[in-house]
C-alpha cells in the first residue's frame, strides 16, 4: 500500500522530505547520495555548504537580518540496514516500501521487512523543513544563525563526529535530533568502544570425515533485536548468544564437527537477531540429536516467550562440498567454551541515577572465514575505564583458551556528563511547559550520541538531544509515531525562537 504523505499532518515539508529519503541508499559508510541530495536543495536555496574531509556536511542558514548568535542542529545521514532474512532487499539501490499501521489507536509508518532509517531520517527530515520555510519566508529569524549539520557514519561507531572538522563546529548551542520520545530531552550519555576480534581458525578437511556424517544447519531467526544501548537491558534474546549456547551443548553430548557460525549485522549497535550454524553430525546420532535440540529449544522458549514471541529455531539438512573444512576438534571446544562465556548485556547499573544502566557489552555479529573468524563486540559506560575493563576481559577470554587472537579498539570517549544548569535545557523546559502545560522529562540514556564526542571535544557547547517518538531503533519493526511529528515541529519552532531571544 502507498502511503499518502499529504494526509499525514504538518509540516508537509517533513513528510515530503521523509519520503524523499527513503527512496535515497544511505546505509553506514555509503552516505554519497543522500549527502548530495541534502546539499543540492542548500544550493537550490542560495545557502552556503561546506563538507570536510570526513565527508560530514555543514549548510549555514544566514539570519534576516545580523547575526547576533549561532545554534547547531545536527542529525546523521546514515542509517542501520537492516532486514528480515525471507525478505528480497538490496539496500544499496532499493527504496524503503514505507506503509502506515495502527496500533493501540496510534497510527505509525513503519517499512516492510526493513529497518525504517527514521533514525535518523527525521532529523533530515526537519532540518530540510526548516531550510525550506525559512527559504520561502514562512519562518524568520532575525539575528539567529542557524547551523544544519549532517554527520556520517553515526551508526558504524560515531566515525563522522569522531573526525569532524573544526571549523564546523561554530555555535554556543548544538541541538541533537536523535533521540526519540517527544515527551523528554536528553542531556547525557554514555561513551561507546568496539572491540573487534580476529581468530586464526584451526581446520580439517571434511574429506577427512567418514560417510557416517552428513551436514545439518541450525537456524535461529525472529528476534526483537533493537539498539545494543538503549535496549540492552530490556531481556531480548541475543540470537548469537543462542546459537552459541545450542552448539555447546551439543558437542559435550554428541561427535560434531562445525563449518562455520555466521550472526549478526556489521553494525555494533544491533543486537543480533538472526544466527546460524552448519555443523556435520553423525547419521546414526541424528535422532538423538534432534531429541536433544527439542529440549535446549524448549527451555529457550521457556526463557523468553514472554518477550519474543516471534522466535523461530529450526533445523534443516543441506548440501556440502567434498571440500569443506570444518573445525579442528581441539579449536572448536575452545571457540564453543569462549563464545558460551562470553559476556553480552548489563554489567552495572548506575549509583545514582535509578534504573540506569552503567556499563554494558553486546556480542553484536560473527563472521566464519576459511582462515578465521570475525567477532564484532561493543562496550559502553560512563567512564572510559568501564569499557577498557570490560574490553579486557573478553580479550583475556580468548587469550587464556590459547587461541591466536588479533584485536583492535576503536573508541573508548563520548561520555557526555548531564548539566541540569544549562542555559539550553532550562529553554527547553520552559517552552515545553508553557506548549503542553506539562513537565519535559530530563535523563541521560545508555546509548551513545554523537554530542558525547562532541563533548569531548568542544567542552564549552551546550547540547540536549530531542525528537519525535520512535520505536524499535536498528530492526525491521522500527516505527515513527506520526502524531508525534507535529507535536516535536512546534517545540522545536519555538524553541528556536526563544534561543533567539537569548
Same mark, same amino acid.
Given at each position: 500500500m502507498s502511503v499518502n504523505f499529504r494526509n499525514l499532518g504538518s509540516p508537509l515539508e517533513f513528510w515530503e522530505y521523509f519520503e524523499d529519503i527513503s527512496k535515497?541508499?544511505?546505509?553506514?559508510?555509503?552516505? =554519497?547520495?543522500?549527502?548530495?541530495?541534502?546539499?543540492?536543495?542548500?544550493?537550490?536555496?542560495?545557502?552556503?555548504?561546506?563538507?570536510?574531509?570526513?565527508?560530514?556536511?555543514?549548510?549555514?542558514i544566514p539570519p534576516k537580518i545580523k547575526k547576533k548568535s549561532t545554534v547547531i542542529i545536527q542529525s546523521h545521514l546514515d542509517m542501520v540496514c537492516e532486514k528480515n532474512e525471507e525478505v528480497s532487499h538490496d539496500f544499496s539501490k532499493d527504496p524503503l516500501k514505507l506503509k502506515i499501521i495502527t496500533l493501540d489507536g496510534i497510527k505509525w509508518v513503519t517499512a516492510e521487512g526493513t529497518?525504517?532509517?527514521a533514525d535518523n531520517a527525521t532529523g533530515m527530515a526537519y532540518s530540510l523543513a526548516l531550510m525550506k520555510k525559512i527559504h520561502t519566508g514562512e519562518l524568520v529569524f532575525e539575528d539567529l544563525e542557524i547551523d544544519l549539520l549532517f554527520t556520517v557514519n553515526e551508526e558504524d561507531g560515531l566515525l563522522g563526529a569522531f573526525q569532524i572538522d573544526k571549523e564546523l563546529i561554530r555555535g554556543k548551542y548544538l541541538i541533537n535530533l536523535d533521540s526519540g520520545r517527544?515527551?523528554? &530531552?536528553?542531556?547525557?550519555? &554514555?561513551?561507546?568502544?568496539?572491540?573487534?576480534?580476529?581468530?586464526?581458525?584451526?581446520?580439517?578437511?571434511?574429506?577427512?570425515?567418514?560417510?557416517?556424517?552428513?551436514?545439518?544447519?541450525?537456524?535461529?531467526?525472529?528476534?526483537?533485536?533493537?539498539?545494543?544501548? &538503549?535496549?540492552i537491558n530490556k531481556g531480548r534474546a541475543n540470537a548469537l548468544k543462542l546459537i552459541a549456547k545450542i552448539l555447546w551443548n551439543l558437542n559435550k553430548k554428541f561427535t560434531i564437527f562445525i563449518n562455520?557460525?555466521?550472526?549478526?549485522?556489521?553494525?555494533?549497535?544491533?543486537?543480533?537477531?538472526?544466527?546460524?550454524?552448519?555443523?556435520?553430525?553423525?547419521?546414526?546420532?541424528?535422532?538423538?540429536?534432534?531429541?536433544?535440540?527439542?529440549?535446549?529449544?524448549?527451555?529457550?522458549?521457556?526463557?523468553?516467550?514472554?518477550?519474543?514471541?516471534?522466535?523461530?529455531?529450526?533445523?534443516?539438512?543441506?548440501k556440502y562440498n567434498i571440500e569443506d573444512l570444518v573445525f579442528a576438534k581441539e579449536f572448536q571446544d575452545k571457540i564453543l567454551r569462549i563464545l558460551y562465556l562470553l559476556p553480552y548485556g548489563?554489567?552495572?547499573?548506575?549509583?545514582?541515577?535509578?534504573?540506569?544502566?552503567?556499563?554494558?557489552?553486546?556480542?553484536?555479529?560473527?563472521?566464519?572465514?576459511?582462515?578465521?573468524?570475525?567477532?564484532?563486540?561493543?562496550?559502553?559506560?560512563?567512564?572510559?575505564?568501564?569499557?577498557?575493563?570490560?574490553?579486557?576481559k573478553i580479550i583475556e577470554l580468548f587469550k587464556l583458551a590459547g587461541l591466536?587472537?588479533?584485536?583492535?579498539?576503536?573508541? =573508548?570517549?563520548?561520555?557526555?556528563?548531564?548539566?541540569?544548569?544549562?542555559?539550553?535545557?532550562?529553554?527547553?523546559?520552559?517552552?515545553?511547559?508553557?506548549?503542553?502545560?506539562?513537565?519535559?522529562e530530563v535523563f541521560a540514556?545508555?546509548?551513545?550520541?554523537?554530542?558525547? &564526542?562532541?563533548?569531548?571535544?568542544?567542552?564549552?557547547?551546550?547540547?540536549?538531544?530531542?525528537?519525535?517518538?520512535?520505536?524499535?531503533?536498528?530492526?525491521?519493526?522500527?516505527?515513527?509515531?506520526?502524531?508525534?511529528?507535529?507535536?516535536?515541529?512546534?517545540?522545536?519552532?519555538?524553541?528556536?525562537?526563544?534561543?533567539?531571544?537569548?
Open positions: 535515497i541508499p544511505h546505509c553506514s559508510g555509503k552516505e =554519497g547520495k543522500i549527502r548530495e541530495f541534502v546539499k543540492n536543495e542548500a544550493e537550490n536555496f542560495n545557502l552556503e555548504t561546506k563538507i570536510d574531509k570526513a565527508g560530514n556536511l555543514l549548510v549555514i529497518t525504517l532509517g517527544d515527551n523528554s &530531552v536528553v542531556i547525557g550519555s &554514555v561513551g561507546a568502544m568496539q572491540t573487534t576480534i580476529e581468530l586464526k581458525t584451526e581446520t580439517i578437511g571434511k574429506n577427512q570425515l567418514n560417510n557416517d556424517f552428513e551436514p545439518i544447519k541450525i537456524k535461529v531467526k525472529g528476534f526483537l533485536g533493537g539498539h545494543s544501548g &538503549v535496549d562455520a557460525i555466521n550472526g549478526g549485522e556489521r553494525s555494533a549497535n544491533a543486537i543480533p537477531r538472526e544466527a546460524y550454524a552448519i555443523l556435520y553430525v553423525k547419521k546414526s546420532e541424528l535422532k538423538d540429536i534432534k531429541g536433544f535440540l527439542d529440549l535446549i529449544i524448549s527451555e529457550i522458549k521457556d526463557v523468553f516467550s514472554n518477550i519474543e514471541k516471534d522466535m523461530h529455531i529450526s533445523t534443516e539438512s543441506v548489563p554489567i552495572s547499573m548506575h549509583p545514582e541515577i535509578i534504573n540506569l544502566v552503567h556499563t554494558s557489552t553486546n556480542f553484536a555479529s560473527m563472521r566464519t572465514k576459511k582462515r578465521k573468524i570475525n567477532i564484532l563486540t561493543m562496550q559502553r559506560c560512563f567512564r572510559k575505564s568501564g569499557m577498557d575493563e570490560t574490553s579486557d591466536k587472537v588479533k584485536y583492535r579498539r576503536l573508541g =573508548g570517549i563520548g561520555m557526555w556528563a548531564h548539566n541540569f544548569n544549562s542555559i539550553l535545557l532550562n529553554l527547553s523546559k520552559q517552552v515545553y511547559k508553557e506548549l503542553f502545560k506539562e513537565e519535559l540514556v545508555h546509548g551513545t550520541l554523537e554530542t558525547g &564526542v562532541f563533548k569531548t571535544n568542544f567542552p564549552d557547547l551546550e547540547m540536549i538531544a530531542i525528537g519525535p517518538n520512535q520505536e524499535f531503533a536498528h530492526s525491521p519493526d522500527e516505527r515513527l509515531d506520526i502524531q508525534s511529528v507535529e507535536k516535536f515541529w512546534n517545540f522545536l519552532i519555538h524553541l528556536l525562537k526563544n534561543v533567539e531571544k537569548e
